[in-house]
C-alpha cells in the first residue's frame, strides 16, 4: 500500500528562486506539451506519442536560443511534467467513454505562472537524497531545511515539492507501506460502531457518545471576511494586492489544516477502537446546493469518510458504507417499526408502536450500524476486513499504474 507522508520545508533566499525556475520550466514544458496536442488535433494529425514530445520539448529544446534555460533545472522534473500531461489527457479520453469513475473531468489547460498550487516531482532516479544532518538534497536546488515531525518507515520511492497558495513549502514523500504490519499495530477488538454525521454534532455514534462539530470555518469567519475585504480594496498589480492576497491564503490555511488535524484525530481514535466501522453515504454534493451550504463544506464529512477508509484498509479494520435513502431518521432501532419522516427541528421522538423514547441522531447511528450488518456482529459473530477504495490524492509517482490510491 503506498501513502504520502508531507513535511514543511524552509528554503533560504536561493533556493527558493531555484525552486521558482523549477517550477516555471516543468509549467512551460507541460504548456508545450498540451500546445503540441491541440496542434496536432486541429491539423488532424495523430498525437505525438511520449518519447516524440520528450525529443522535441526537452532534448532539441534546451539546444535552442529561446529554451536553453531548461537545461538549468534537473531533467527528471521536466520528465514528470510530460508524465503529468499524458495522465491528464488519459483521464480526459476515460471520462469521455465514460470507463473513468467520479465526475467528468475537461480537456488539459494551460498552467499559469499564477496558479495558487505549484509543485514538481523527483523520482529515484533523480539521485534526491536525505542528508545525515536531516536536510533534503534536491538536484540543482540544494540542501533543504525539512521540519521532521515523525520519522519516515521505508525508503521513499519519489518526492514531490509543493508550494501552496499561502506561500508555504512541503515535501510530500510517497511511501510503500506493509499492511500485515501496520494491521499488527492496532490493538484486537471486535468493537463495532454505527456514524451518523450531521451538522449539530459532527457525529453521534451508535453507543450514545456524541462528538461537536468545531465549525472551523464559522469561528474564523470574522478574520476571513476581514482578510477578504482589505484584498479587494488593494490595485491589481500592486505589491499590496500580493501581500494581502498572502494574508488572505494564510487565513484560509489555518481553517483548512485545523479541520484537517480533526478527521485525523477522530478517524484514527475510531479505527483503533472498533474492528468494524459504519456510515451512511451522504450527498455532500447535493447537500452543498441548499441553504445548509457553508455547514456542510464546513464539516467536511467527505474528506472524514475518506480518512476512514483507507485508514481501514491499512489497518486491517471494515468498513460499510449504507445507501445515502436507507430511512435511518424514521425507524424504531428497537422494534423496528417505521414510523414515518420528521422535521429537523424535532430532535426527540416517542415510537408509536412500543412506545420507546428516541434521540433523533443516536436512533439514526444505530440504524446505521444495523442497516450494515454490524449489529449482529456485535453479538459476538467475527467482523473481518474487506477491500476499500483508498483515496485517489494519495498515491505514489504520476504517470505510473500503481492502482487505487490511498490519503
Known amino acids: 500500500m503506498q501513502l504520502r507522508y508531507a513535511f514543511r520545508l524552509y528554503p533560504d533566499a536561493a533556493q527558493q528562486a531555484a525552486l521558482a525556475r523549477a517550477f516555471g520550466c516543468a509549467r512551460v514544458v507541460f504548456n508545450d506539451a498540451v500546445r503540441a496536442r491541440e496542434d496536432a488535433r486541429t491539423a488532424g494529425q ?3 506519442t511520449a518519447g516524440q514530445l520528450s525529443r522535441k520539448l526537452i532534448t532539441e529544446a534546451k539546444q535552442t536560443t529561446g529554451r536553453s534555460w531548461l537545461g538549468e533545472v534537473s531533467a527528471v522534473v521536466l520528465q514528470q511534467s510530460l508524465r503529468d500531461a499524458e495522465t491528464a489527457y ?6 469521455l467513454k465514460g470507463t473513468r469513475k467520479g465526475p467528468k473531468v475537461g480537456a488539459p489547460h494551460f498552467k499559469s505562472r499564477k496558479d495558487a498550487r505549484q509543485s514538481i516531482r523527483f523520482t529515484a532516479n533523480a539521485r534526491w537524497h536525505i542528508t545525515d544532518h536531516g536536510r533534503l538534497n534536491l538536484p540543482k536546488i540544494g540542501a533543504v531545511k525539512v521540519t521532521w515531525s515523525r520519522a519516515l518507515p521505508t525508503t521513499p520511492t519519489s518526492v514531490t ?4 497558495a499561502a506561500g508555504r513549502f512541503f515535501a510530500s514523500f510517497v511511501i510503500d507501506t506493509d499492511p500485515a504490519a501496520d494491521a499488527a499495530r492496532m490493538p484486537d477488538t471486535d468493537r463495532t460502531i454505527g456514524i451518523d454525521l450531521g451538522l449539530n454534532h459532527f457525529a453521534v455514534l451508535s453507543d450514545g457518545t456524541k462528538i461537536d462539530s468545531p465549525r472551523f470555518l464559522r469561528r474564523a469567519e470574522n478574520k476571513l471576511k476581514k482578510a477578504q475585504r482589505e484584498l479587494s480594496r488593494k490595485q491589481k498589480g500592486s505589491k499590496n494586492r500580493a501581500k494581502a492576497r498572502l494574508r488572505a491564503a494564510r487565513a484560509h490555511a489555518e481553517v ?37 451550504a457553508k455547514s456542510v463544506h464546513d ?34 432501532s428497537t422494534c423496528g417499526v417505521k414510523d414515518g419522516p420528521k422535521p429537523l427541528n424535532v430532535r426527540e421522538w416517542t415510537c408509536t408502536a ?43 509517482s504520476h504517470g505510473f499504474e500503481t492502482g487505487n490510491r490511498a490519503a
Not at 161 to 164: F, M, R
Request: proline fraction near 4%.
Open 161 to 164: 515539492v509543493i508550494k501552496d
Open 354 to 396: 412500543c412506545g420507546t423514547l428516541h434521540d433523533r441522531d443516536t436512533n439514526a447511528a444505530l440504524n446505521v450500524k444495523t442497516a450494515a450488518g454490524l449489529a449482529v456482529s456485535a453479538c459476538g459473530a467475527p467482523v473481518g476486513p474487506e477491500s476499500v477504495l483508498a483515496r485517489r490524492e494519495e498515491t505514489g
Open 46 to 48: 495523430p498525437f505525438p
Open 90 to 95: 488519459r483521464n480526459f479520453f476515460a471520462s
Open 256 to 292: 483548512t489544516d485545523a479541520r484537517r488535524e480533526f478527521h485525523h484525530q477522530l478517524s484514527t481514535k475510531l479505527i483503533s477502537e472498533n474492528q468494524g466501522i459504519a456510515v451512511e453515504d451522504l450527498s455532500v454534493a447535493g447537500l452543498a446546493r441548499t441553504r445548509l
Open 299 to 332: 464539516a467536511g464529512w467527505t474528506s472524514f469518510v475518506n480518512m476512514l477508509e483507507y485508514k481501514a484498509k491499512r489497518y486491517g479494520r471494515t468498513l460499510v458504507k449504507i445507501g445515502r435513502f436507507e430511512p435511518t431518521s424514521q425507524i424504531c
